[in-house]
């Protein structure tokens, strides 16, 4: 059966392709590499692009045993060892379909919503506070999840939050004045 992209072929009844059915035929079912490998077009320094099925998302699909798993992770365990369990798979050549772990590094949750374009990427390419203050080397500092925070619209915060404890003293009758 040949590969169309997009295509959902485990879905349609055809779990095994040609290549797949040849692998386990050739007395490679408990090998899961060469069944793997079958699947990939090449093999060379470029992308490994995988020509078995894949998510809508364009992660490719590998079944193995009774378990589906995501082509590239399964690359990765493959060659490369297990991934941690709070570590994702970064692809450097930002093809989803490619399984070529030298396309690949792991990196933290963070570092990968930061390498792609999610709203954090958006926020990281900000210039400038809600407010209109300049997110420079002078102006920021970090919040404790590591955030951009803005020192200015923070010295403004401070300064009211003092003018109302002032206020709140004044009017309350049982505080004693701090100035004669
Ligand atoms: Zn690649
Ligand atoms: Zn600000």
């Not at 589906?68 to 490369?80: G, I």
Request: aromatic share 8%; proline share 6%; glycine share 8%.
């Amino acid at each position: 059966m040949p590969f169309v992209k997009g295509q959902k072929a485990w879905n349609k009844g055809k779990q095994l392709t040609k290549a797949h059915r040849e692998a386990l035929r050739s007395g490679h079912s408990k090998e899961p590499l060469p069944v793997f490998l079958a699947h990939v077009q090449n093999t060379g320094e470029g992308c490994w692009e995988w020509d078995h099925s894949r998510l809508n998302n364009g992660y490719g699909k590998f079944g193995a045993g009774k378990k589906q798993y995501l082509a590239h992770r399964y690359a990765w365990e493959l060659f490369r060892g297990p991934i941690p369990e709070d570590m994702q798979i970064d692809h450097l050549c930002r093809n989803r379909g490619c399984v070529n772990p030298d396309h690949m590094r792991v990196v933290t949750l963070k570092e990968n919503v930061l390498a792609g374009i999610g709203i954090t990427a958006l926020n990281a390419k900000k210039t400038h506070c809600p407010q209109g203050h300049p997110y420079d080397a002078e102006n920021t500092y970090r919040g404790v999840k590591g955030e951009r925070k803005c020192r200015e619209c923070n010295k403004i915060y401070l300064r009211q939050r003092d003018a109302r404890k002032r206020e709140e003293r004044l009017n309350d009758p049982t505080s004693v004045p701090n100035d004669p």
